[in-house]
């Protein structure tokens, strides 16, 4: 059991700003959350390859196929970097693995939409990437170490992920009206979606303030998912793009941009596994686990005969 | 013959004919191995399998750029999107479906080592400043494909009874493809005469005693090098494969070839 | 090795350093799962170098490492917090050869 001293010391680092590190003290509970959190996070950004990489071999061009194939890869990086961060709290990456495969670990529930048309694509840069990285760049401030320095490694990669896909959307609201009916029914798709991405309301979730006293998360759901919105009001705008929320106004007493309500039943149920692509996406990863088994295995297998050479 | 080629008549004509060859090889391939991205057995493969596939397409459109500026096309995109099957210049064994990870390292393996000994010895004969930069700076990542594939055919060939006998299937089956590699036909004849091409037999055997001793120290067993040989791809007599593989990569661009999807 | 990973497919854990130039000391970088230390090399290449970010790489076995503890912390470090001599600041220099750098 942790003792109240030892809970007290470990609170007065934090407060201090303090970044703990994998074998400094920590109470069971920090642990606990944070291989939740991290693995969670390591999960999204394998299972957010598969709606992408649907495009790579469709991509219309040399430049943006090269684009799109970096930034997929960057996510296996992304995850493996996170991974990393994860077993430094003791568990291994096969556990982690098997745990969303054969468990019921989550990922976040964007990447249980499809990718529909190119313009998708480009809204996933656009939309996803950005939230993901106002998330990101708290999280780089985190006071686990470890997951801290996987996260600046994430954020300084990940500029050029949200930039491309801002780019290309912006072509494409301006291009030919068939791009225009195609971006602007991407935006129309993935909108709410992304609001999603940072969590329930502060009032219905749980963890958040456990996670802020920790200094896990530095800024609640509600504020980091203001922030977002603030930002693409004006984004959307600069390229002729209309966000799909009739109630988005501004509120000149906040300083901020007022949006509708957030279809809250959908998000419950795509997080329950009741999605439109959650069995697709499983399966998938599923499949690339099982039939990667005997690589791994030979690789292993081939490993242990040159030690035994070695050796003799 | 095929039904549309024609032999290069001039050196510029010839230049053309090899960096579409060359692009398309890289292209078709580098499109192959970009299926595995999110698929890979490990998160770690998953990494170098793209970044053997990004390679692989960034030359091909380097490729691509500068024969477009040669024959008067637009940009580099032209001949990735705006061709048909039967114009396309790549061997058959880059069209072949992507298969199991075994094939995978197998196809590479042997495309890799081949590329190799190719470059190196473009670099020494072709005068064409432009073209020789690129065969350089392509070089120095084809190496590193080629021990990366190389590598692994080490591990899957003296790893577990299951990889053996992947790893050999593999090379079994993609033996009779592997013939296209060194064919001379008219047009890089006419290429050599320009000192763009070389004579690929010069060192066949050397490519041999690489891909012999690489199998022979991963316990394989090398294929008959005397066996029945495709051929016929690079004049467009392709596989059935390719005609899909193009379906799908070209259609958006196609459908809306008036847009800008730059 | 622990009896664990002997006994699952699961790779062993590397830790990898890089060097980000010529004559710069190496940094760590994260870590890769690898088979072996010659897949660990390449796999840390691919993992950590796509974008140009060193001339060089270490991996060495994540178990070989032996790393202080955190009760070090004190006996350690905080002996040196005393010791300014050690520190060029410790130092003063005339005011003309100040001028002249």
């Not at chain 1, 002729?240 to 901020?256: A, K, M, Q, R, V």
């Amino acid at each position: 059991m942790d003792t109240q001293k030892q809970l007290d010391d470990f609170q007065k680092r934090i407060d201090n700003g303090e970044k703990i590190e994998p074998k400094d003290w920590m109470p069971e509970r920090y642990r606990k959350q944070l291989i939740r959190m991290m693995s969670q996070h390591a999960h999204s950004e394998i299972v957010g390859m598969l709606p992408e990489g649907n495009w790579i071999t469709r991509v219309p061009s040399l430049k943006r196929k090269m684009v799109l194939l970096a930034k997929v890869q960057d996510e296996a990086g992304h995850g493996l970097y996170l991974y990393s961060g994860t077993e430094t709290l003791g568990v291994t990456r096969k556990e982690l693995i098997e745990d969303y495969i054969y468990g019921n670990a989550k990922y976040s529930s964007i990447f249980n939409y499809p990718t529909l048309t190119y313009a998708d694509i480009c809204v996933i840069g656009w939309l996803v990437d950005g939230a993901a990285i106002v998330n990101q760049t708290m999280l780089a401030k985190s006071s686990y170490g470890p997951y801290a320095r996987a996260n600046l490694r994430i954020c300084k990669e990940e500029s050029f992920h949200k930039k491309q896909g801002y780019e290309m959307l912006a072509k494409m609201a301006n291009g030919t009206p068939e791009q225009r009916k195609m971006a602007q029914d991407a935006v129309n798709r993935w909108w709410w979606p992304t609001l999603m991405m940072f969590g329930p309301h502060d009032s219905d979730s749980p963890n958040s303030a456990e996670l802020i006293k920790w200094g896990v998360k530095t800024k609640t759901n509600d504020e980091l998912r203001r922030h977002f919105v603030d930002r693409t009001v004006m984004e959307a705008e600069a390229i002729g793009i209309t966000l799909p929320d009739p109630e988005l106004s501004y509120n000149e007493e906040t300083g901020h941009w007022d949006f509708g309500a957030i279809p809250w039943d959908e998000f419950w149920s795509v997080v329950k596994g009741d999605g439109p692509m959650n069995l697709e996406r499983i399966k998938a990863r599923k499949i690339a686990y099982e039939e990667g088994e005997w690589v791994r295995k030979a690789a292993k297998e081939y490993a242990r005969k040159r030690k035994l050479e070695k050796a003799s | 013959m095929s039904t549309f080629d024609t032999i290069p008549q001039t050196r510029q004509e010839a230049l053309v004919e090899v960096l579409l060859r060359l692009a398309d090889d890289r292209l078709i391939l580098g499109h192959r191995l970009s299926e595995w991205a999110g698929h890979g057995p490990e998160l770690e493969e998953d990494l170098a399998l793209a970044n053997i596939a990004l390679d692989m397409i960034g030359h091909a459109s380097a490729l691509y750029e500068y024969a477009a500026k040669l024959d008067n096309k637009p940009d580099e995109d032209y001949f990735a999107y705006f061709r048909d099957d039967i114009d396309f210049k790549n061997i058959a064994l880059a069209e072949l479906p992507r298969g199991d990870f075994a094939f995978t390292i197998a196809r590479q393996f042997l495309f890799s080592l081949f590329s190799y000994f190719l470059y190196k010895d473009l670099i020494e004969i072709v005068e064409d400043e432009q073209f020789n930069g690129m065969l350089q700076k392509h070089f120095k990542e084809i190496k590193y494909h080629l021990r990366h594939s190389r590598e692994w055919v080490l591990r899957l060939g003296d790893g577990t009874d299951e990889s053996k006998s992947r790893i050999q299937n593999a090379f079994d089956n993609i033996w009779m493809y592997t013939g296209e590699m060194f064919e001379i036909d008219e047009p890089f004849k006419a290429a050599i005469e320009h000192n763009l091409y070389t004579k690929v037999a010069k060192w066949q055997s050397e490519w041999r005693t690489f891909v012999n001793s690489t199998l022979t120290e991963a316990t394989l067993t090398v294929p008959d090098y005397e066996q029945y040989m495709f051929t016929g791809a690079r004049s467009g007599r392709h596989t059935e494969y390719l005609g899909h593989l193009l379906a799908q990569m070209q259609f958006l661009r196609r459908s809306y070839p008036d847009a800008e999807w730059k | 090795m622990t009896e664990s990973s002997t006994n699952t497919t699961e790779w062993p854990l590397w830790e990898v350093f890089y060097q980000p130039s010529d004559g710069k000391p190496f940094e760590h970088a994260g870590s890769v799962h690898a088979p072996d230390a010659e897949m660990a090399l390449l796999n840390a290449r691919d993992t950590y170098a796509r974008r140009n970010e060193g001339i060089a790489i270490w991996v060495v076995p994540s178990d070989q490492i032996t790393a202080s503890s955190p009760e070090d912390r004190g006996a350690f470090f905080d002996p040196a917090n005393d010791k300014a001599y050690r520190h060029p600041q410790f130092y003063s220099v005339p005011r003309a050869v100040k001028k002249r750098k």
